[in-house]
């Protein structure tokens, strides 16, 4: 079982800044292949923001394009989310997702934090 804890939402004013970051555990037996962010905003589905492969390749929701920034760091088993120039429709509760591969039979397993909230006021 891996676990996922997230950590850094909050309240940031319009056109501010904020950091979001997911530390994954659990499991040596599994490859944390793909991390990313999805958000839901009250009485909406809940979308992709970003996410990013063992690799470092990147993928962004058009609309944080230019403003957000996913990275990882592979020794921690963690992924960040760098918000800048916020807007209130940013306004969401982010969910960390982890897609994991085992190392024994390359199954792959989804996993997902528990959400971390983002208001961005104006």
């Known amino acids: 079982q891996v676990q996922l804890v997230e950590s850094g939402g909050g309240l940031v004013q319009v056109g501010g800044s904020l950091r979001v970051s997911c530390a994954a555990s659990g499991s040596l037996l599994r490859i944390y292949d793909i991390m990313g962010w999805y958000r839901q905003a009250p009485g909406k589905q809940r979308e992709l923001v970003a996410t990013i492969s063992s690799d470092g390749s990147t993928n962004y929701a058009d609309s944080v394009k230019s403003r957000f920034t996913i990275s990882r760091d592979n020794a921690k088993n963690t992924v960040y989310l760098e918000m800048n120039s916020l807007k209130p429709e940013d306004t969401a509760v982010y969910y960390c997702?982890?897609?994991?591969?085992?190392?024994?039979?390359?199954?792959?397993?989804?996993?997902w934090g528990q959400g971390t909230q983002v208001t961005v006021s104006s």
């Open positions: 997702t982890v897609r994991t591969k085992s190392r024994l039979s390359g199954r792959t397993d989804d996993y």
